[in-house]
């Protein structure tokens, strides 16, 4: 298994301004991801963070506005840039072990409101 | 693209047996798992099926059919603590990350 925490746990953030999520694994892993889940929704793959490279978007999301850091095997930031309320959401980072990609850990999440 | 299909909402009785489906459309297909999520908490790993058949795990059991693009997830002698979101997450190819259904919101009921 894997603990992963997240920081800020909330935030309330005005429009335009930008807020870095942060994700911490107790364990080295490969595979980190971020993904975004309104209340009651599903969970969208934002992007794939990779160690020592840029990180990977799925369609209909760019660098620009979700830049993603991955300094280490165990730590990694995502930031929601430029806010507009449309980015009220819930964000959070996963981590796939060893067991496989049908296994993933996620983190407590972040719940952001965009005013 | 990938698309699953999964009841928005189910209700059932404590004590009974319930089934959650999920149909598919992937371009490629590496393996079904399903997750749980309770209101506010993050999405947990219940169980995964790559190949036909029934995987039994406790009181949660799991089902794929590869050639009708269709599994479930059968939850037995249901508790109030399974009132819980329940999605299926489909595996395109070995090291791609998992695409998620809407989800099936689970109410139990006394």
């Known amino acids: 298994s894997a603990v992963i925490s997240q920081k800020p746990s909330r935030d309330i953030c005005q429009r335009g301004t930008s807020l870095t999520i942060q994700c911490q694994v107790d364990s080295q892993v490969t595979m980190m991801f971020w993904y975004r889940q309104q209340p009651g929704q599903s969970l969208t793959l934002i992007a794939t963070?990779?160690?020592?490279?840029?990180?990977?978007?799925e369609s209909g999301f760019v660098i620009d506005k979700f830049p993603i850091s991955r300094p280490n095997l165990t730590f990694s930031t995502l930031t929601v840039s430029n806010m507009s309320p449309e980015d009220s959401s819930i964000y959070l980072c996963?981590?796939?072990?060893?067991?496989?990609?049908?296994?993933?850990?996620f983190g407590p999440g972040t719940r952001l409101l965009v005013l | 693209g990938q698309s699953l299909e999964q009841p928005s909402e189910v209700t059932a009785v404590e004590g009974a047996i319930v089934q959650i489906n999920c149909t598919y459309q992937?371009?490629?297909?590496?393996?079904l798992s399903w997750y749980q999520q309770h209101d506010g908490g993050a999405p947990t790993f219940l169980s995964y099926n790559a190949l036909d058949g029934l995987e039994e795990t406790g009181r949660f059991s799991s089902f794929l059919s590869r050639s009708d693009s269709y599994g479930y997830l059968l939850l037995q002698e249901l508790q109030m603590k399974d009132s819980a979101s329940y999605f299926c997450?489909?595996?395109?190819?070995?090291?791609?990350?998992?695409?998620f259904g809407k989800g099936t919101r689970l109410s139990v009921i006394a």
């Open positions: 963070a990779n160690q020592g490279s840029e990180a990977t978007y």
């Open positions: 992937t371009s490629g297909f590496y393996g």
């Open positions: 996963s981590v796939e072990k060893s067991e496989g990609m049908e296994t993933q850990y």
């Open positions: 997450a489909v595996i395109s190819s070995g090291n791609t990350p998992l695409v």
